[in-house]
T-cell receptor
């Protein structure tokens, strides 16, 4: 069974631009979560989607948004990029959103904002 | 609110045993995870504890005490490849979400 895939793996953008990252979960998984990882803050939760609906959202500004498609693939968008948005963006998928559900992480997209 | 603490960095010798601690303060509790993350790679699942006690899985064991808000990950017979960041994550459903909150991770350096 293929794992979680994320595209692109690396991205360089300039301040003010916008970016879209993509995540394909493990086949059969309906829950997709997005995290931002930086050396200073660690792994911080962005949002979670389940069956095309955003179920939970972390404490990030409205410039960060996402969506999920009917095939469970998910995208996240960051508009008006800032230097502080440089980070590793990780996507994790799980079978459902219940307590017993384990998360599987993708390799991440390394975003650099210059 | 949620607060998860782990040491920032630890060093150990190849072949030795190391214990990485994690303390948490959460409104609710529904499980604690440990993940391993090598530099530049995705976190990979190591263990899940929801009841008190020790869970053993090969060279790795994880312990949980819910009353103390405390867990540890025990790595035996350390190998150089165990050099990685170890992330503790707690599930607190009191806010209506089963999404785990992660600590900042413990960077383990194993030297010969």
């Amino acid at each position: 069974k293929a794992g979680v895939t994320q595209t692109p793996r690396y991205l360089i953008k300039t301040r003010g631009q916008q970016v879209t990252l993509s995540c394909s979960p493990i086949s059969g998984h309906r829950s997709v979560s997005w995290y931002q990882q930086t050396p200073g803050q660690g792994l911080q939760f962005l949002f979670e989607y389940f069956s095309e609906t955003q179920r939970n959202k972390g404490n990030f500004p409205g410039r960060f948004s996402g969506r999920q498609f009917s095939n469970s693939r998910s995208e996240m968008n960051v508009s008006t990029l800032e230097l502080g948005d440089s980070a590793l963006y990780l996507c994790a998928s799980s079978l459902d959103q219940g307590a017993s559900s384990e998360q599987y992480f993708g390799p991440g997209t390394r975003l650099t904002v210059t | 609110g949620q607060n998860i603490d782990q040491p920032t960095e630890m060093t150990a010798t190849e072949g030795a045993i190391v214990q990485i601690n994690c303390t948490y303060q959460t409104s609710g509790f529904n499980g604690l995870f440990w993940y391993q993350q090598h530099a530049g790679e995705a976190p990979t699942f190591l263990s899940y504890n929801v009841l008190d006690g020790l869970e053993e899985k090969g060279r790795f064991s994880s312990f949980l005490s819910r009353s103390k808000g405390y867990s540890y990950l025990l790595l035996k017979e350390l190998q150089m490849k165990d050099s990685a960041s170890y992330l503790c994550a707690v599930r607190d459903p009191s806010g209506g979400s089963y999404i785990p909150t992660f600590g900042r991770g413990t960077s383990l350096i194993v030297h010969p």
